[in-house]
Nanobody, 118 residues
C-alpha cells in the first residue's frame, strides 16, 4: 500500500523559506515519479514540481529558481525546499506519486498548509 505523508508547512513571512517533506512507503522510488502540487483557496490544484529517475526534475515557471525538489532514498523521503517565498505561494501543498510509465497520479498525501504573510 502506497502512503505519502507531508510535513513542514507553516506560517512564514515573505522572503522566508520552508522545507516540505513527503515521507513515502509502499513503492520503489526508482520506478515512480513524485510530484508536489498546491491548491490555493478558490483555485484549482496545480503542479509545482516533480522528479523521477527517468526524467529528472521539473519546475513550474513561477517557482523556478526559488524551489528545489530533492530526495533521500535511504529515508524514502522527497523534499521541496522553498526559498524567497511570496504571498502568492500560500496554498495547501500535496505530494503525489505515480508509476513513471503512467500519466495520472494515483496516490496522494493529506496536504500541508503553507501561509506566506506580506
Amino acid at each position: 500500500e502506497v502512503q505519502l505523508v507531508e510535513s513542514g508547512g507553516g506560517l512564514v513571512q515573505a522572503g522566508g523559506s520552508l522545507r516540505l517533506s513527503c515521507a513515502a512507503s509502499g513503492f520503489t522510488f526508482d520506478d515512480y515519479t513524485i510530484g508536489w502540487f498546491r491548491q490555493a483557496p478558490g483555485k484549482e490544484r496545480k503542479g509545482v514540481s516533480c522528479m523521477s529517475s527517468r526524467d529528472g526534475t521539473y519546475y513550474e515557471d513561477s517557482v523556478k529558481g526559488r524551489f528545489t525538489i530533492s530526495s533521500d532514498k535511504a529515508k524514502n523521503t522527497v523534499y521541496l525546499q522553498m526559498n524567497s517565498l511570496k504571498p502568492e505561494d500560500t496554498a495547501v501543498y500535496y505530494c503525489a506519486a505515480r508509476h513513471t510509465l503512467l500519466r495520472e497520479y494515483h496516490d496522494w498525501g493529506q496536504g500541508t498548509q503553507v501561509t506566506v504573510s506580506s
